[in-house]
C-alpha cells in the first residue's frame, strides 16, 4: 500500500476542498488510531461531506514529524521518506518536491490547519474507516500488526494503601499511559518485593508468569488499577501486609514492537491495621440565618455494622486545610472542636450543631467560610480496632446572596516559550461584579478535569492558580512563565490542559466563590521544537570506582538544527527518585553534567572526575538515573527538551565482561544450510576477563526478540558455535544448529546474539539482537566479493584501495560505504541504500580518493575526527540476473 500512496494522494488532493463558515452541529465525531481515541484540542468536525482534523495533532499520532515555519505559513511533514508540504492559502501541494495542484487551499479554523482525514491518512500509507452511523473515523497504521518500533515506558508509576483486607485489595497502581499507546498491546503491573527490584529488568519482566501479574487494556486514559484479594507479587505469593514492595509496569507491544519497562515505584509496606467502618454518604446542609453553627445541618449513614463503634464525631473543617486532615488528625483534634453524636435508631443521622460549635482549629463556625464535614467512626475498644474517617462532605459555605460563574471563551497557543506565556485564557466578566473581589484562573491536566469541582478549586495554594483581577471587562488574560498546573507542576509543551475561572465572593458573599466549566482541551506546541535523544542506556564496564565506569549511549535527536549540544546528567535516585524534569535539568551547574557535541550518536565513558547532579562525583554502590538534555541553539524562542530516563544502574567492583559491538548479518550464499550466513561483529572493548565468544542463533518463532542472558547461559554444544577473542567476520559451517538444536534452513527467520564468556568469577554477558534475517535461495549468481580493503590518508585527503574482481564484466561499479561501528550494516542494507550521498564510487577504479569534507557516511551526515567507523565494498551487478556482493569490513579512525 505504501508504494500507492504518492497515486493515490495525487487524486485526493485534487478532489474540491469547500469549507463554509461554520460546521454543523452534529454528533460529535470520534477519531480511533489503531483502536485508541484520538484526543485534540481541536475537534473533529464535519465540513460538507468531509471529517476534517488538525493537521499536526494527525501527522503527530501517525508518527510523522511536523515543521511549521510561522514566516510562510507553511506546514511540512515528514514520515520515512516521504515529505507532504502544504501552504496555508496555496493551492499547491509538494510531495517529494514534486508539485501537485489542489482546487481549494488549505484553511484554517480556530487556529488550527484542518485537512480531511482520509488525505492524511491515505497519504501516510494508512488504512481509513468511515461509519456514517456511529460517527468514527478509524485507522490502523502501519506499526498496528508486526511493526518493528519501540514502545515509550510509561511514567509517574504511584502506588497507594486503599485499604484494610491485608492483601492485594489493599493495593492501587496508578501510572500515565505510554506516549505512543498506538503501539501497545496492553499492560501488565508487576508488583516486586522491594528488596529484588536491584536486578529487575525487561528480560526479568517479560518472564514472569501470566498468574503472577495483571493485565491492563490499552484505552487511551491513564489507567488506576486496583488489585484483588488473589494478586500475587512476581516471585509467585500473594500480596499481603507488612512486606515492603514496588510496582513495575511492563507495556507489551504489538506484532514485533519492542515492549518497554517503566521505572520503579516509590516503596510500599501495606498496613494490616484493622479498622471499625466509616460512614457514608456524609452530607450539609445550611438551614438557618444566624450566621453560625446553628445554621448547619449534618446527615450521614452509620455502617451497617456498628457494634464495634461507640460514638461519633462530627469535624467541620475549613476546606482550604482538608489536603492536610487525616485520620491522624481526626484523633488529634480537641474535644472543644469537635461535635459527639451517640448511636440511636435507624440508619442515617441527623444533628444540628450550636451557636458555640467551632471548627477543627479551634474557631466558631460562621458564615462565608468554606467548610468540609467529616465524621470519625469512634472504636468501642482500641486495642481491637482503630477509629476510621470518613470522606469528606461536599464544601459548603454558610452566607447570604450568590454570584454567577465565570464564562470561558477561548483558551489558545500563541507564542513557543514553552510554558505559561504560550497559553492566553479568555473569559466573559460577571455580569454583575459587585459581589466578587477577583477571579482565579487554574489549569488542569486534562486527564484529571472530571474529578476538579468547586471544593478541590478553593483548596488549591495560591501558587498553583493565577489571580486577576477584575476589570469591569471581559478578560483575555496571557499567562506567566512561572506558572503551575493545580498539581504545581509547570505548564509546559506537550501536555493536554484545560482550563477554569472561578470568581471569588466579597463582602457578604465571602467565600461564595463559583467555578466555571471547563474550556476545550489544549495542548502547548511550538512551532520550533527541540527533539530529545533516543535509545538512552547506560552499562558498568571498568572497575575504577568513578565516572569511567560508567558507558552511556543514545541515538542522537532525529532533527538537530535547533540544538547546540547535549548534557549527560547523573540522578541520584535517593534525591530524585524517578521525578527528575526539565526545569531540574536546566537548573544544574556545568560543572555537574558532561556536554556533548551534537551531529553524531554518543557511546562512550565519562571520565573520572564526572559528578552526578548534585555535585558528587560518581562512585560504587550508589544507584543514578541518567537522563539527556537536548540544548536549544538559541535561533528560535524554544525550551530545552529531556529524554525519558535511562534504567537505573548501581556501579559495582567486580571482573567486568563487555558486549561485542556492531552485530550484523547477511545471507551470503545459496547452500541452504549455515554457510549462507555471514556474522561479522567488533570484539568488546576489554577483552581481559573474556575468554571465548558463543555465536547462537535464535530462531523467532520461539523466542520473538525476548531472547535473554539466562536462556543464552543454559544454551548447550552443539546448539552454538563458539570462536576465539577477537573480531568476527565468517559465514557459519553447514553443520551450523540453532539454540533449539536444529540445523539452519531456508525460509526460517533468526535473530543473532553474541554470548561473551567470562573467565573464572567473571559473569557473561549477551549483545543485542542482530536485526531479523531470513535465509533465502536466490536463482541470481554472485559477482563476487572484494578482497584487500585498506585505506590511506594523505593531509587532508582519504584514499580506499582494494583488489579489483578478476572478471568485472557482470559489475557496474564499486561502491564505498562508511558505517558508524555501532550500526548493524550488511549485503541488503548496502543494496537499499540508493542515494550517491551516501557512498563513494569512481566507477570500476580500484582506489577511490576523496578530501575529508567530502566523505559522508552511509546515513548521509559528514564523518566525524575521533569517530570509529567501518568501511564496506560492495561489487554491484549490472544484469537483475545477478547477485551483487559486500566485503568484508575494516576499521576506519581519522585521529
Keep these: 500500500m505504501k508504494k500507492l500512496w504518492v497515486t493515490l494522494l495525487a487524486g485526493l488532493l485534487v478532489l474540491p476542498i469547500l469549507f463554509q463558515s461554520s460546521a454543523q452541529a452534529a454528533t460529535p465525531i470520534r477519531i480511533y488510531i489503531d483502536g ?12 460538507q461531506g468531509r471529517t476534517m482534523l488538525p493537521l499536526r495533532a494527525i501527522f503527530e499520532a501517525l508518527d510523522a514529524k511536523i515543521q511549521w515555519n510561522q514566516k510562510t505559513q507553511t506546514v511540512t511533514a515528514i514520515k520515512d521518506d516521504t515529505t507532504i508540504v502544504l501552504k496555508i492559502g496555496s493551492k499547491v501541494a509538494t510531495i517529494n518536491n514534486k508539485a501537485v495542484s489542489l482546487d481549494v487551499p488549505g484553511k484554517n479554523l480556530k487556529g488550527r490547519t484542518m485537512v480531511p482525514v482520509r488525505f492524511v491518512g491515505e497519504a501516510l500509507g494508512q488504512e481509513v474507516g468511515w461509519n456514517s452511523k456511529t460517527q468514527t473515523v478509524t485507522i490502523t497504521s502501519d506499526n498496528s500488526n508486526g511493526g518493528n518500533g ?3 515506558p510509561v511514567s509517574y508509576v504511584t502506588v497507594k494503601d486503599v485499604g484494610d483486607a491485608g492483601d492485594g485489595r489493599d493495593l492501587q497502581v496508578s501510572f500515565s499511559k505510554s506516549t505512543n499507546e498506538s503501539l501497545v498491546d496492553h499492560y501488565r503491573v508487576l508488583v516486586v518485593k522491594a528488596a529484588n527490584t536491584f536486578n529487575f529488568n525487561l528480560a526479568d519482566a517479560l518472564r514472569v508468569s501470566s498468574a503472577n501479574y495483571s493485565t491492563v487494556l490499552a484505552t ?15 516471585d509467585g505469593n500473594l500480596i499481603g501486609s507488612k512486606q515492603a514492595y514496588v510496582a513495575y509496569v511492563l507495556a507489551v507491544g504489538k506484532g514485533n514492537n519492542a515492549s518497554a519497562l517503566s521505572s520503579a515505584s516509590s516503596t510500599i509496606t501495606l498496613d494490616n491495621v484493622t479498622y471499625v467502618a466509616a460512614t457514608t454518604d456524609v452530607k450539609a446542609s445550611d438551614v438557618n440565618n444566624y450566621g453560625d453553627g446553628r445554621d448547619l445541618s449534618i446527615s450521614f449513614t452509620r455502617p451497617s455494622s456498628d457494634s ?17 486532615f487525616d485520620l491522624a488528625a481526626a ?19 441527623t444533628s444540628a450543631l450550636t451557636s458555640s460549635s467551632r471548627d477543627t482549629s479551634g474557631e466558631l463556625i460562621k458564615s462565608n467560610v468554606p467548610y468540609t464535614i467529616y465524621v470519625l467512626s469512634v472504636s468501642s475498644n482500641s486495642s481491637v480496632a482503630s477509629n476510621k474517617l470518613s470522606s469528606g462532605s461536599s464544601s459548603i459555605t454558610l452566607s447570604v446572596g450568590s454570584i454567577t460563574s465565570p464564562v470561558i471563551t477561548a483558551v489558545e497557543d500563541i507564542n513557543d516559550y514553552g510554558d505559561g506565556r504560550d497559553l492566553r485564557v479568555s473569559f466573559t466578566k460577571l455580569s454583575d461584579e459587585s459581589k466578587i473581589s477577583s477571579y482565579r ?25 493565577t489571580q486577576v483581577n477584575k476589570t469591569g471587562s471581559n478578560i483575555s488574560q496571557v499567562l506567566s512563565s512561572g506558572v503551575r498546573d493545580i498539581d504545581g507542576v509547570t505548564v509546559r509543551n506537550g501536555v493536554s490542559y484545560r ?12 467565600g461564595s466563590n463559583e467555578l466555571s466549566s471547563a474550556s476545550q482541551a489544549i495542548t502547548l506546541l511550538n512551532s520550533y521544537n527541540v527533539g530529545t535523544v533516543s535509545s538512552l542506556y547506560v552499562s558498568d564496564v571498568n572497575d575504577y570506582g568513578d565516572g569511567r565506569d560508567l558507558r552511556v549511549s543514545f541515538t542522537r535527536a ?3 538544527s535547533n540544538i547546540s549540544s547535549y548534557r549527560i546528567m547523573v540522578v541520584p535516585t535517593d534525591n530524585y527518585g524517578n521525578g527528575f524534569s526539565l526545569s531540574d535539568a536546566n537548573n544544574v551547574s556545568s560543572s555537574y553534567y558532561t556536554t556533548v557535541s551534537k551531529g553524531y550518536n554518543y557511546n562512550e565513558v565519562l571520565s573520572s572526575n564526572a559528578r552526578d547532579v548534585r555535585g558528587n562525583l560518581i562512585t560504587n554502590n550508589k544507584q543514578y538515573r541518567v537522563y539527556v538534555l537536548s540544548v536549544s541553539n538559541g535561533s528560535y524562542s524554544v525550551s530545552n527538551a529531556l529524554s525519558s530516563s535511562s534504567s537505573t544502574i548501581t556501579l559495582m567492583n567486580g571482573n567486568s565482561v563487555g558486549k561485542v559491538r556492531s552485530l550484523s548479518v547477511s545471507d551470503d550464499t545459496d547452500y541452504g544450510n549455515g554457510r549462507d550466513l555471514r556474522i561479522s561483529f567488533t570484539k568488546a572493548l576489554d577483552e581481559s576477563n573474556i575468554s571465548s565468544y558463543r555465536i547462537m542463533v535464535v530462531p523467532t518463532s520461539k523466542y520473538g526478540s525476548n531472547f535473554s542472558l539466562s536462556a543464552a547461559n543454559d544454551i548447550r554444544y552443539p546448539n552454538y558455535t563458539e570462536v576465539s577473542k577477537g573480531s568476527f567476520d565468517q559465514v557459519l559451517s553447514a553443520d551450523t544448529r540453532d539454540v533449539s538444536g536444529n540445523l539452519l534452513k531456508n525460509d526460517t527467520t533468526y535473530r543473532v546474539y553474541v554470548l561473551s564468556v567470562g573467565y573464572g568469577s567473571s559473569y557473561n554477558a549477551l549483545s543485542d539482537s542482530s536485526r531479523e534475517i531470513t535465509l533465502v535461495t536466490s536463482a541470481k549468481t554472485p559477482v563476487g566479493t572484494v578482497t584487500g580493503v585498506t585505506y590511506n590518508e594523505n593531509g587532508n585527503n582519504i584514499t580506499f584501495s582494494f583488489n579489483n574482481l578478476r572478471n568485472e564484466t557482470n559489475i557496474s561499479e564499486y561502491r564505498v560505504f562508511v558505517v558508524q561501528s555501532d550500526v548493524s550494516f550488511g549485503l541488503s542494507d548496502a543494496i537499499n541504500v540508493t542515494s550517491s550521498s551516501r557512498y563513494l564510487s569512481d566507477g570500476k577504479n580500484s582506489a577511490i580518493t576523496r578530501s575529508f569534507s567530502e566523505i559522508n557516511d552511509v546515513s548521509g551526515a559528514a564523518i566525524i575526527k575521533g569517530v570509529e567507523y567501518r568501511v564496506y565494498v560492495l561489487a554491484v551487478a549490472n544484469s537483475n540476473g545477478l547477485r551483487s556482493e559486500i566485503s568484508k569490513s575494516i576499521k576506519l579512525l581519522i585521529p
Design 36 to 47: 485508541v481515541p484520538l484526543v485534540t484540542d481541536q475537534a473533529a468536525v464535519m465540513i
Design 150 to 152: 519501540s514502545v515509550n
Design 220 to 234: 487511551g486514559a491513564d489507567p488506576v488499577v486496583k488489585l484483588t484479594a488473589n494478586s500475587r507479587d512476581v
Design 308 to 324: 464495634n463503634i461507640a460514638s461519633y464525631r462530627v469535624l467541620v473543617v475549613k476546606t482550604k486545610d482538608i489536603s492536610k
Design 331 to 349: 484523633n488529634n483534634v480537641s474535644s472543644q472542636n469537635y461535635t459527639t453524636i451517640y448511636k440511636s435508631g435507624g440508619s442515617t443521622q
Design 441 to 465: 484562573i487554574f489549569v488542569v491536566k486534562a486527564s484529571d478535569y472530571g474529578n476538579f469541582n468547586l471544593t478541590k478549586a478553593n483548596a488549591v495554594s495560591s501558587s498553583n492558580y
Design 499 to 510: 482550563v477554569f475561572v472561578m470568581a471569588i465572593g466579597s463582602g457578604n458573599n465571602a
Design 558 to 560: 532525529s532533527e538537530e
